[in-house]
């Protein structure tokens, strides 16, 4: 991504984080880093919560989504909720993720991008999560070798009746099939 | 209670597999206390916290068609699960707030048949617990009161945040309540709101261990007997790693973690099967014990 082009980028980002239930307050906040110091991950992120807003402003999309911030993001909503600013801080931590699948700029083998990647699959296939499938397509996609890893929790969770090996697929599969075509969606074709 | 409250329940995709014990318990103590639930026809996934990751507006469809769905049946939905709570509670009040993606998201809908008029809420069955059903119906069917068994309540991230609606998104107290009215003990339990690290558990392990682990270390340190929690996701973390986590994080970390409702479950009287306690990976004869049976 060129220089401009990442600045009219996450321009475009704040934009629509603006446009969202509590977005606009996105522009009062002032640095004091109550979300980074909220955050239960925040200590492994390349650029914390606060930083993340402060590069957006300077134009630095591109740096922020090529790093690992969006996808240490728990979602636990913590920042939200202390925000001083009442800025839905998750949010933004969304629309990064979506930004970055759509623009393929996850890390290589980045295993939470390959996660949700695969569960987006699973659902719109089924309209329900298989978490056997999900597990599978999440490990070839990250690495197979470490499905090997994972037989004690399968042996262990099949014990306790806890496994479910074939999918259920909804009845109104192709309805919502339909609609999901339907939708503009953020990005066309297959998200 | 208001007469013969019935919800269009909606057990989320993790409680038809790894969590079932949580939709079998759910359905046992509602009867208990008079809830009506009726399960969602044909219910699809809410898309999760990992749709959203991918595409909004698909995200989107998938919420609104359970929504549209319940509106169908016109009951309000009750969701056990604290991520699907808070995923189609999000996108009810998105869709409410905002008539431009309405009108976009019932054109879709369209294609399938459907549509949306934003007339149903979404709740939580804790919520429907300790608000609808009430301190005097729980009390009233307690009949194995669990006398001197110390409990942590873990309510993970998604109950209270980042709708605090139904409870303080700092320090909840609905499960603190439940527990006093079972005849239990509540223990003050610094960690109970915080993250649990969700999916880190599978996607950066040494992560998810321990943000996990210190709730552990945390509940135990307070002297619990067992931990409760109101989220699949929660439950299977805190409980199905605990040898791991120990090794890990070198700590005994053992304690029976259990759903909220197997434990009201349990001060109910009912039968073992009925809660399906055999499901709990660590042992619960702690919990059962205290009610003297």
Redesign the interface.
């Known amino acids: 991504m060129s220089e401009t082009q990442a600045q009219k980028l996450g321009m475009e980002l704040l934009e629509h984080i603006r ?3 509590g977005g606009r307050s996105i522009d009062k906040c002032i640095q004091c880093g109550t979300c980074t110091g909220s955050c ?2 925040s200590n ?1 992120m390349y650029f914390s919560p606060r930083q993340v807003l402060a590069a957006l402003r300077a134009g630095m999309l591109d740096q922020v989504l090529k790093s690992n911030t969006p ?2 993001c ?5 920042c ?2 202390r925000c001083p600013a009442k800025i ?1 801080f ?1 949010d933004v931590m ?1 629309e990064l ?2 930004m970055a ?1 759509k623009q393929g700029s996850y890390p290589r083998r980045d ?7 695969s ?2 699959e699973v ?1 719109r296939r089924y ?3 298989a ?1 056997a499938i999900l597990v599978g397509k ?1 490990y070839l996609r990250t690495n197979p070798l470490k499905i090997l890893g994972q037989v004690p ?1 399968v042996i ?2 099949l014990a ?5 090996f074939f999918p ?1 697929k ?3 599969i ?3 099939k ?10 066309e074709g297959k ?1 | 209670m208001t007469e013969n409250l019935t919800f269009a329940y909606y057990p989320g ?2 409680a ?6 949580y939709d079998v318990s759910t359905r046992n103590v509602a009867k208990v206390l008079g809830i009506g639930l009726e399960e969602l026809n ?4 809410c ?12 995200a ?3 919420c609104a ?1 359970n929504l549209a769905l319940a509106e169908k049946e016109g009951k309000d939905i009750v969701a056990i699960c604290s991520g699907c709570y ?1 995923v189609l509670r999000k996108a009810n ?2 869709l409410a ?2 008539p431009n993606l309405a009108a ?2 019932n ?8 549509s949306y008029q934003n007339s149903i809420k979404v709740r939580h069955f804790l919520d429907i617990t300790v608000h609808e059903a009430g301190q005097d119906a729980v009390r009233d069917r307690v009949t194995h009161p669990l006398t001197g068994l110390k409990v942590a309540p873990y309510y993970g ?2 109950i209270s ?2 709708f ?1 609606e139904v409870d303080d ?2 320090s909840p107290r609905m499960m603190d309540d439940l527990i006093e009215w079972l005849g239990a003990t509540a223990v003050l339990f610094p960690l109970k709101s ?2 649990c ?4 558990m ?3 392990p040494p ?1 998810g261990q321990q ?1 996990t682990g210190y709730i552990l270390r945390s509940a135990k340190e307070a002297g619990a007997d067992c931990i409760i929690t109101a989220c699949p996701l929660c439950q299977l973390n805190l409980e ?1 790693y605990q040898d791991t986590i120990g090794k890990t994080l070198d700590m005994d970390c053992r304690i029976p973690v259990l759903y909220f409702t197997q434990l009201m479950g349990v001060a109910f009287g009912l039968d073992k099967s009925d809660l399906a306690l ?4 660590t042992p619960v004869e702690t919990v059962l014990s205290s009610r003297g049976t």
């Open positions: 446009g969202i239930p239960p991950t492994l996808w240490f728990t979602s636990c909503y913590s939200a909720v839905p998750t969304y993720k979506r699948v295993p939470a991008s390959a996660m949700v990647r569960f987006s659902v309209g329900r999560n978490e999440y929790m262990k969770l306790k009746r806890r496994m479910a259920h909804i009845k109104g192709d309805g919502l339909k609609m999901l075509a339907a939708v503009g969606g953020n990005h998200p | 995709c993790s038809t597999s790894t969590n079932r014990a044909d219910w699809n996934c898309g999760a916290s990992a749709y959203l990751s991918v595409d909004e507006k698909k989107m469809v998938f068609r808070v009040q998105h707030e905002d976009e998201i054109k879709s809908l369209a294609a399938g048949g459907m991230c998604m945040r980042p605090n998104e700092e915080k993250c690290g969700g999916l880190m599978t996607t950066q992560v943000l199905a055999k499901e709990c990976i």
